[in-house]
């Protein structure tokens, strides 16, 4: 049985010399050479080995060497998940050697296993297993296969894993009874694979395994397995023609004997669901459609406790944040644009730029009303700059980069996280200011023709990553509080009117507290009026005033989300990102406290301040604030929802009310 090596026949052999056969216990030696007598001093009758009685000192009985290969704690057990034929050969390697010749191995096995052995080549010596039904080589190198060298007899044949790129070698005189044809995970590629998938190869094919190619053409491929009499198992899933919404009504209506689809029994609701689907084929586009949703954000950390208070020259910070991924990009699509949605493509915001032009009158005045009650908090800065950045929920142009490093030459100080990987695009959530649960509220549906590069991208997953960004802003024309305000004539006299208008105001304030409540709370509340709209036409001019650095971006948490299970058959992979702990017990008192100033809580401490009968109570009481705070401080980990869907049709309605769409 000599073969060369990479060939069927070499491994098969090797795997034979790898059983012992014909080493203790098995085979003859000095541990049983009692039993078997030279073959010349032998009648015909002894050729059967004799079990003596009583053995010879120095030799082990049949049953003491059986029980060395059974037992799983000897050093002589079978490793496990050996086959039940490998047991059976160390067993008669014991019980009878003699037989064991290379004619017995040509008609005893019928089924060869050669999984991960490196073979590259179906060499002619397979031929000698006369007896041959089931062939399973997975796991190898092969890339062609001489179906003259494959037995007439074989009736099941795998080829998992290996590098086959056609199924075109196959169909030169192919096993005529062959029922189970499994090539999952080739290299199977183009349309012309559906030429090889018909009747006239395999007239009794029973089972066909093509899952997780390159294939395509859903159309032209149904169409040749119709061919097939006898077809009742079949599994497409894992290649690019499986991620069309239609993919399964199409294939359950256009093979109507089908039994098994990927594995998932046909039953008889979805035939009837999926009725009259397939003469709409030639209508149904290629085009696979996913949808991302990324919900809650927590566990992030508030910088901006840490930062001190600003001065009338700045700068102002904000923070904002935001959760990026990154999606293949449709190199076929017409236009290729993600218009009307809340995503944008992540690009550099403008150095130094004047707001005033740009800012869009109603933004300000949103910005306007979150001020109106006092100082800003930050949580509420960081809503105004970002609704002055973005202008609202508006999407950023997009911005078209070639590669990963051009990207990173705009930005050179970037994290190499925040770059696309080649192929790809990044794609963000709108920047939400700090809190607790961040929501992010997002939805984007990507609807992509170009289905082999979406398979890739599947396979190898996304990123998720959160960002924190810090924008420092800065007025325009700093003021000089030093300077005082410039002399004006007969400001004297204005002084002097001024004053007398005050004694004035005082003394009909006191008048009309005696008897005229109605008229004052009316006078009071109309110059209230007037001073929040002299107050806002003044924070309206400080706002277009403020000019803006570059962001400064920090990356949170960034990881990696599977999505194979999407080409596996599942119709969605929901997660939760888990970043770890990213809060401290110090920054977290700072924001406990600033979130538990509310009205109350300043009353107290007014209350406090002026009498002092009061201030150690009001002390002892922020003191045990502090320790019920630390006591049940358990931070939560720095976590994203994630959802990514792949639109599939329940209906043959469902389907053709997306094509009218």
Same mark, same amino acid.
């Given at each position: 049985?000599?073969?060369?090596?990479? /060939?069927?026949?070499?491994?098969?052999?090797?795997?034979?010399?790898?059983?012992?056969?014909?080493?203790?216990?098995?085979?003859?030696?000095?541990?049983?050479?009692?039993?078997?007598?030279?073959?010349?001093?032998?009648?015909?009758?002894?050729?059967?080995?004799?079990?003596?009685?009583? @053995?010879?000192?120095?030799?082990?009985?049949?049953?003491?060497?059986?029980?060395?290969?059974?037992?799983?704690?000897?050093?002589?057990?079978?490793?496990?998940?050996?086959?039940?034929?490998?047991?059976?050969?160390?067993?008669?390697?014991?019980?009878?050697?003699?037989?064991?010749?290379?004619?017995?191995?040509?008609?005893?096995?019928?089924?060869?296993?050669? !999984?991960? &052995?490196? !073979?590259?080549?179906?060499?002619?010596?397979?031929?000698?297993?006369?007896?041959?039904?089931?062939?399973?080589?997975?796991?190898?190198?092969?890339?062609?296969?001489?179906?003259?060298?494959?037995?007439?007899?074989?009736?099941?044949?795998?080829?998992?894993?290996?590098?086959?790129?056609?199924?075109?070698?196959? +169909?030169?005189?192919?096993?005529?009874?062959?029922?189970?044809?499994?090539?999952?995970?080739?290299?199977?590629?183009?349309?012309?694979?559906?030429?090889?998938?018909?009747?006239?190869?395999?007239?009794?094919?029973?089972?066909?395994?093509?899952?997780?190619?390159?294939?395509?053409?859903?159309?032209?491929?149904?169409?040749?397995?119709?061919?097939?009499? +006898?077809?009742?198992?079949?599994?497409?899933?894992?290649?690019?023609?499986?991620?069309?919404?239609?993919?399964?009504?199409? /294939?359950?209506?256009?093979?109507?004997?089908?039994?098994?689809?990927?594995?998932?029994?046909?039953?008889?609701?979805?035939?009837?669901?999926?009725?009259?689907?397939?003469?709409?084929?030639?209508?149904?586009?290629?085009?696979?459609?996913?949808? !991302? /949703?990324?919900?809650?954000?927590?566990?992030?950390?508030?910088?901006?406790?840490?930062? %001190?208070?600003?001065?009338?020259?700045?700068?102002?910070?904000?923070?904002?944040?935001?959760?990026?991924?990154?999606?293949?990009?449709?190199?076929?699509?017409?236009?290729?644009?993600?218009?009307? !949605?809340?995503?944008?493509?992540?690009?550099?915001?403008?150095?130094?730029?004047?707001?005033?032009?740009?800012?869009?009158?109603?933004?300000?005045?949103?910005?306007?009303?979150?001020?109106?009650?006092?100082?800003?908090?930050?949580?509420?800065?960081?809503?105004?700059?970002?609704?002055?950045?973005?202008?609202?929920?508006?999407?950023?142009?997009?911005?078209?980069?070639?590669?990963?490093?051009?990207?990173?030459?705009?930005?050179?100080?970037?994290?190499?996280?925040?770059?696309?990987?080649?192929?790809?695009?990044?794609?963000?959530?709108?920047?939400?200011?700090?809190?607790?649960?961040?929501?992010?509220?997002?939805?984007?549906?990507?609807?992509?023709?170009?289905?082999? %590069?979406?398979?890739?991208?599947?396979?190898?997953?996304?990123?998720?990553? $959160?960002?924190?960004?810090? $924008?420092?802003?800065?007025?325009?024309?700093?003021?000089?509080?030093?300077?005082?305000? %410039?002399?004006?004539?007969?400001?004297?006299?204005?002084?002097?009117?001024?004053?007398?208008?005050?004694?004035?105001?005082?003394?009909?304030?006191?008048?009309?507290?005696?008897?005229?409540?109605?008229?004052?709370?009316?006078?009071?509340?109309? &110059?209230?009026?007037?001073?929040?709209?002299?107050?806002?036409?003044?924070?309206?001019?400080?706002?277009?005033?403020?000019?803006?650095?570059?962001?400064?971006?920090? @990356?949170?948490?960034?990881?990696?989300?599977?999505?194979?299970?999407?080409?596996?058959?599942?119709?969605?992979?929901?997660?939760? +990102?888990?970043?770890?702990?990213?809060?401290?017990?110090?920054?977290?008192?700072?924001?406990?406290?600033?979130?538990?100033?509310?009205?109350?809580?300043? =009353?107290?401490?007014?209350?406090?301040?002026?009498? =002092? /009968?009061?201030?150690?109570?009001?002390?002892?009481?922020?003191?045990?604030?502090?320790?019920?705070?630390?006591?049940?401080?358990?931070?939560?980990?720095?976590?994203?929802?994630?959802?990514?869907?792949?639109?599939? +049709?329940?209906?043959?309605?469902?389907?053709?009310?997306?094509?009218?769409?």
């Amino acid at each position: 049985m000599e073969a060369p090596a990479g /060939t069927v026949s070499a491994a098969v052999r090797e795997h034979l010399r790898q059983l012992c056969l014909r080493e203790f216990p098995c085979g003859i030696g000095s541990w049983n050479k009692s039993r078997f007598l030279p073959q010349t001093s032998r009648a015909w009758r002894e050729l059967v080995p004799r079990e003596e009685e009583a @053995v010879s000192p120095g030799e082990e009985t049949v049953e003491d060497l059986l029980g060395l290969v059974r037992s799983p704690h000897s050093p002589w057990a079978l490793p496990e998940g050996s086959s039940a034929e490998d047991r059976f050969l160390r067993e008669l390697a014991i019980q009878n050697p003699l037989v064991l010749k290379d004619s017995f191995f040509y008609t005893y096995f019928k089924s060869l296993r050669v !999984v991960d &052995k490196q !073979v590259s080549l179906v060499d002619k010596d397979l031929l000698k297993f006369v007896k041959l039904e089931e062939l399973i080589l997975s796991a190898n190198l092969i890339k062609e296969i001489d179906p003259a060298n494959l037995p007439p007899t074989l009736k099941v044949l795998e080829l998992y894993g290996n590098k086959m790129s056609s199924m075109e070698c196959l +169909c030169a005189g192919p096993p005529p009874g062959l029922q189970h044809l499994g090539l999952g995970h080739n290299k199977l590629l183009g349309p012309l694979e559906s030429l090889y998938v018909t009747s006239d190869h395999w007239p009794n094919l029973v089972s066909l395994d093509l899952s997780f190619n390159d294939l395509t053409d859903l159309q032209s491929m149904v169409a040749s397995l119709r061919t097939l009499p +006898c077809l009742r198992l079949l599994v497409l899933q894992g290649n690019p023609l499986a991620l069309v919404p239609y993919y399964r009504g199409f /294939t359950i209506d256009s093979l109507s004997r089908l039994c098994v689809l990927d594995d998932i029994t046909v039953a008889s609701s979805e035939k009837h669901q999926f009725r009259g689907l397939r003469h709409s084929g030639d209508l149904l586009t290629q085009e696979a459609q996913l949808v !991302v /949703t990324i919900g809650n954000v927590r566990g992030v950390l508030d910088t901006s406790v840490l930062d %001190p208070e600003p001065g009338p020259q700045g700068p102002f910070i904000t923070y904002s944040y935001y959760v990026t991924y990154d999606f293949v990009e449709d190199e076929e699509a017409e236009g290729n644009g993600y218009g009307g !949605v809340l995503a944008e493509i992540v690009k550099p915001s403008p150095s130094t730029e004047q707001l005033g032009e740009d800012v869009p009158e109603e933004v300000v005045e949103e910005a306007e009303d979150s001020v109106e009650s006092g100082p800003v908090s930050q949580s509420q800065l960081g809503e105004m700059e970002e609704s002055l950045v973005s202008g609202g929920s508006a999407p950023l142009p997009r911005t078209s980069v070639d590669s990963a490093e051009e990207l990173a030459k705009l930005r050179p100080h970037l994290d190499p996280r925040l770059c696309p990987s080649p192929g790809t695009v990044l794609f963000s959530t709108v920047r939400k200011p700090w809190a607790d649960v961040i929501p992010c509220n997002y939805e984007m549906q990507h609807t992509l023709s170009d289905l082999v %590069p979406l398979k890739a991208f599947l396979m190898s997953g996304t990123t998720v990553t $959160i960002v924190e960004e810090k $924008i420092l802003s800065w007025p325009v024309v700093p003021p000089s509080p030093d300077s005082p305000m %410039p002399a004006k004539k007969g400001k004297g006299e204005k002084d002097k009117k001024g004053e007398k208008d005050k004694k004035g105001k005082k003394e009909k304030e006191e008048k009309d507290k005696k008897g005229k409540d109605g008229k004052d709370k009316a006078g009071k509340g109309e &110059k209230d009026a007037a001073k929040e709209q002299k107050e806002g036409k003044k924070k309206k001019e400080l706002l277009k005033d403020l000019r803006q650095d570059p962001p400064i971006l920090r @990356v949170l948490g960034s990881g990696r989300v599977a999505l194979e299970p999407l080409l596996a058959g599942e119709p969605f992979v929901s997660t939760v +990102c888990d970043f770890g702990v990213i809060r401290t017990l110090e920054t977290d008192k700072l924001t406990f406290f600033r979130d538990s100033k509310n009205k109350k809580a300043r =009353k107290d401490a007014m209350e406090a301040k002026k009498s =002092k /009968t009061k201030l150690p109570a009001a002390i002892e009481k922020g003191k045990s604030l502090v320790s019920v705070y630390e006591s049940n401080y358990h931070p939560d980990p720095l976590t994203v929802e994630v959802q990514i869907q792949l639109t599939q +049709c329940r209906s043959a309605e469902e389907a053709l009310r997306a094509l009218v769409l």
